[in-house]
């Protein structure tokens, strides 16, 4: 089991910046997929972005597309979420969560990922 703990949440006006961090600790984050969802009042938690244990595969949301990154750094122990041009709609908590990196293939339904973080706060005002 590995423990994540988000941070780098906060309040931002729309199109701004902020950089989430998921940090791995008790096992390496190199044995697992990581994935990013949010959850907002109100509504379902829907998948952000995921990444390959390796880095070399990412898939987003259409939603997301164009304006966040996700990427890692093993060595680190950490995997990012860079999110440009925020928008409103975009407040939300933001949870990383980590998946075997047995499985082949990147997903985007939370009932994948087996260990989660507690969630960083993102605030977009307009």
């Known amino acids: 089991q590995v423990q994540l703990v988000e941070s780098g949440g906060g309040l931002v006006q729309a199109g701004g910046s902020l950089r989430l961090s998921c940090a791995a600790s008790?096992?390496?984050?190199?044995?697992?997929?990581v994935g990013w969802f949010r959850h907002a009042p109100g509504k379902e938690r829907d998948f952000v972005a995921a990444i390959s244990w390796s880095g070399g595969s990412t898939d987003y949301a259409d939603s997301v597309k164009g304006r966040f990154t996700i990427s890692r750094d093993n060595a680190k122990n950490t995997v990012y979420l860079q999110m440009n041009s925020l928008k409103p709609e975009d407040t939300a908590v933001y949870y990383c969560?980590?998946?075997?990196?047995?499985?082949?293939?990147?997903?985007?339904?939370?009932?994948?990922?087996?260990?989660w973080g507690q969630g960083t706060q993102v605030t977009v005002s307009s």
């Open positions: 008790g096992r390496t984050i190199r044995l697992y997929a």
């Open positions: 969560a980590a998946r075997s990196r047995s499985y082949s293939s990147l997903s985007s339904y939370h009932s994948d990922y087996t260990d």
